[in-house]
């Protein structure tokens, strides 16, 4: 079993930038893929970036070319670099852990893009 904790959410203004972080419990070695995924207020669940085992990455279209997402495996890290935000970018934003023995998911943390 996986746990996933995030942190780095916060309120930031229009055109700012936020770095989200998720530490896991674990190695990666068993993942498929790690992922950031969002939620808006009345909305589903949407992916944000993925990164894969073998470091491919994808991106949602609406965040390619302000966000990115990159890993730190010896300390089992997975960040979200998020730039030039918008009021849209606002959500719960989840950790995600593809793994073969299931999916893990952390509790979120709160991106508030407000002036």
């Known amino acids: 079993q996986v746990q996933l904790v995030e942190s780095g959410g916060g309120l930031v203004q229009p055109g700012g930038s936020l770095r989200l972080s998720c530490a896991a419990s674990r190695s990666f070695f068993s993942t498929n893929f790690m992922g950031w995924y969002r939620q808006a207020p009345g909305k589903q669940r949407e992916m944000v970036a993925q990164?894969?085992?073998?470091?491919?990455?994808n991106y949602a279209d609406s965040v390619k070319g302000r966000f990115t997402i990159s890993r730190n495996n010896a300390e089992n890290m997975v960040y979200l670099q998020m730039n030039s935000l918008k009021p849209e970018d606002a959500a719960v934003y989840y950790c995600r852990a593809s793994t073969s023995s299931g999916n893990y998911w952390g509790q979120g943390t709160q991106v508030t893009v407000s002036s």
């Open positions: 990164i894969f085992t073998d470091g491919v990455t």
